[in-house]
Every structure is written in C-alpha cells, then in structure tokens.
C-alpha cells in the first residue's frame, strides 16, 4: 500500500469514509491510557495533524504507548468519521510500524520554543508548525511568481553567480578566490597578482543579476532572473541577509511607470495566489503571528499603490508632528523609522518612492531631466520596509560613461555593458524584489533570519 498525504486525506476525507489508508509520519504527540491511546501525527502535507487512536487490539499496544514525541511512524489504520468532534475523522489504527525511534533528548518538544532557540536547531525547526507554514509559504510564493512572468510571456533567464562585476557599485561583494591565502603571489609592486587565481583575475559572487538581465531585455524584451544574490554587507538586523534569493525582471521599450505598473501588478498576483492556496498557512499567521495580515493583504488586493516623489516624502516629513529619531533632509536615505512613518502612520499602505537624489542611488540609474535626480523607484511595505528596488537604466552611452567615472567605476571589465548602449540602445527599466522580505511582508514574520531555510549574517554560517 503506498502511503497517501494528510492534507490529500483531510481535503477528501469523505471518500475514504471506513477504508484503510496508511499514513507516514513523525509523532507530535502521544497520550495514552490503560486501554488505548492517541497519537497526533504530522506528515509534513499541513500544519494540522492525523489524529490517530489506537488500543490493544495492536499487538504491539505496550510498546506504541512508549513511542516517543519525534519517532517516524508508518500507522495502517480505517478512516471514522467523527461529525460530533473537534476535527472531522480520526484514523483508528490496525497497524503501528516503528521506522525511527527518537530519544528523550530531542530538541523540539511540543512546548514554545523561542525563535532564537529554533534558529539554532534549524535543521529540525521544519517539524514545527511555524516552520511548516513559512516554508509552504515560501515555496508557493516562488511557484505564483514563476507563474505570473509565464503568464506575461517574460523569458525565465539564469544569470551567473560568479562575477567580476559590482552591479551595486557598493564594494559589498564577496570574494571567490582559488589562491592560497597564506601564500599570496604578488606582482613587482607588491599587490596581490590575480592573473594567477582561478579566472585569470578577481571574482566575485553576484550582488544583483541585473547587468546580465538587461543584456537579454535587449534581445528577448521581457525577462526576468530569479536566484541567489550576495552582499557582504555588515548589517546585523532583522531584514538584511548575507545571502538572500532576489526576482529582478528587466523590461526593454519601458520606462520608471511601465516598471511600477509591473511591480504592483506582480505583487498584487503573488499575494492573491497566497491568499486563495494557502487558506490554512494564512489562517494560522493570522491566528499565532500577525493579527489583522490578512485584512491587510486584502486591503492592498483592493487599492491602488500611492506614488510619492522623494522630495515631496521629505516635505511630508518636514510638516510632520512626529519627532524622529534621526532629522531628515534632502539627499538623505530613508531609515526604518521614516519608511514606517510612511508606510504604517501617513499613507497606511504600501507606497511607491520615485525619483531620487542621483548621490544616493545606483551608476546605471537613468537621470532625470532636472540633472539632479534620477528615475529610480523603491517600494515600501508595512513590515518589511523597502521590498523593491528598481529603476529606468540609463540607456544614454555618454551619460552613463560620466556617472560612472564620477562614481570611479573602471570601465575595464564593463565594456559589455556599454555595448548595450552602442548598440541598438533603447529605453529600459527593471526592478529587484527581495524574496525573504516578501515572505516577510505576505506571514508578517518579523525576522528575515525564520524567512529562508539556513539564514547567513555576519558572523554566522551554520549548517
Ligand atoms: O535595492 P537593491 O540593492 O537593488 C538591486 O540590487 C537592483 N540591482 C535591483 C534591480 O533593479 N534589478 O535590492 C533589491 C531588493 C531590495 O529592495 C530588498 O528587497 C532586497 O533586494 N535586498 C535584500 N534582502 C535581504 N537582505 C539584504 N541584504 C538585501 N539587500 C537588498
Ligand atoms: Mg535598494
């Protein structure tokens, strides 16, 4: 007999009404009297569990009222149906196979566990409820967006994650290096000598698949990357990951409105897949982690995203009553409490953040016609803060030639790039989401470190 998923069985429960069914699975918990017992059973299919009743008809009774909270069971049992209780059916047992024992020690109890504790049990935090709905969660967003860019007719492209470019222009990039690093070969000048590493020069992992994106915008038009991104980036808060997975979308014949039209339309289908599929992950984010979320996200369903200059959000700022920490002024960057104030007090929804002060945005940004800002956009949630990054790309060779030699990037090594506006350059925009902070926004989980399977920040690389 092959064994069938909970969440099959709870969903269709009717049909198996007096049939044998087998179910596999870890124990959650085991009570037991003289004469019979229960076990709740959690295949992993749902948050929810099997209950499983079994008495001494087993003959192994004794033994199954000792398996322990963890053990992997395989249970062979009849569906009955139970209107009058709490959940629907119950699975009564014929036959209770030990597949893995579990002793005493283990570390996931059924009891709260702080966050903290589970982070460093993350190879067992996926047995916890929590953990089952975030990474459901998590693995459904990534199919709705891969379903929306099909939709579109965008082309799905795998940008490299080795590099020997910066797209950020940050200097946040790690290192990949063959060299032994106790034994550096050095040139006549005593610098590092690259040319005998691995690639012939310096490399690194990609910071943003972006500069490769735009090369396919510029033949296929719509495209989109969608993988891992790294920043070495010395932030030890509860939004920046050292490696964190990134959809950047690349648009050729669009510009800054066209790029926000995409972003809303895109972040609106992704939250309604979520809502519609995942009714049981939802239901228990709002019951254990975020109150009112789901109000929230059905609210945005039903709105148009405000769009905000840069400047006018500085003024807003400037009238406000509210004493802020840090004093903004114009040219400065946002911090958490200014895009609060925004997202959470002033226009209490998501916000649009357009047209920005060039000192503080990316080389490739397109300039705006003042000659001071530049047509960049950040998009602003409750929660997570900046959830996207985009802009129109500078499609101008001249103007992007003198941004990046005020900015001293080196044109070696990005000629490539500029062939892009050599050669049959075109207007283009494209943006970056950052997939744990969407996690982030759609659960209300508070901590992108419980967003991604095995978190790396600054001094942690575990598992
Ligand atoms: O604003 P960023 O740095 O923009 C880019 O990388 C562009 N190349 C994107 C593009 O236009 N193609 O990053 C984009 C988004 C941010 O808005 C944020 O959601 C996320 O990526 N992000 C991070 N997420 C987690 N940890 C970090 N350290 C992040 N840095 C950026
Ligand atoms: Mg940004």
Known sequence: MKAINFKKLQNEFKSFENKEVLLQGWIRTNRNQKEFGFINLNDGSTVSNLQVVYDKTLNNFEDVSKYRVGCALSVYGIVVLTPQMQQPFELKATKIILEGDCPENYPIQPKRHTKEFLREQAHLRSRTNLFNATFKIRSLLAYAIHNFFREKDFLYVHTPLITANDAEGAGEVFQVTTLDLNKLPKDDKGNVDFSKDFFGKQANLTVSGQLEAETFALAFKNVYTFGPTFR????????????????????????????????????????????????????????????????????????????????????????????????????????????????????????????????????????????????????????????????????????????????????????????????????????????????????????????????????????
């Open 232 to 463: 070495a980036e010395n932030s030890n808060t509860t939004r920046h990951a050292s490696e964190f997975w990134m959809i950047e979308p690349e648009m050729a014949f669009a510009d800054l409105n066209d790029d926000m039209d995409i972003i809303e339309e895109m972040v609106k289908y992704v939250v309604k897949y979520v809502l519609d599929n995942a009714k049981e992950e939802m239901m228990f984010f709002e019951k254990f982690v975020c109150p009112g979320k789901i109000k929230q996200l059905e609210e945005l369903l039903s709105s148009h995203i405000v769009r905000c200059d840069y400047e006018e959000a500085i003024k807003i700022f400037k009238n406000s009553k509210k004493k802020f920490e840090v004093d903004i002024n114009y040219g400065d960057d946002l911090t958490t409490e200014h895009e609060k104030y925004l997202t959470d007090e002033y226009f209490k929804t998501p916000v649009f953040l357009t047209n920005w002060p060039k000192e503080i945005k990316a080389f490739y940004m397109k300039l705006n016609p003042d000659g001071k800002t530049v047509a960049a956009v950040d998009l602003l949630v409750p929660g997570s803060g900046e959830l996207v990054g985009g802009s129109q790309r500078e499609e101008n060779l001249d103007l992007l030639m003198k941004r990046m030699e005020e900015l001293h990037i080196p044109q070696k090594g990005m000629e490539w790039y500029l062939d892009l506006r050599r050669f049959g350059s075109v207007y283009h925009s494209g943006f970056g989401l950052g997939f744990e902070r969407l996690i982030m926004y759609v659960t209300g989980i508070e901590n992108i470190r419980d967003s991604i399977p095995y978190p790396r920040t600054p001094r942690n690389c575990e598992f």
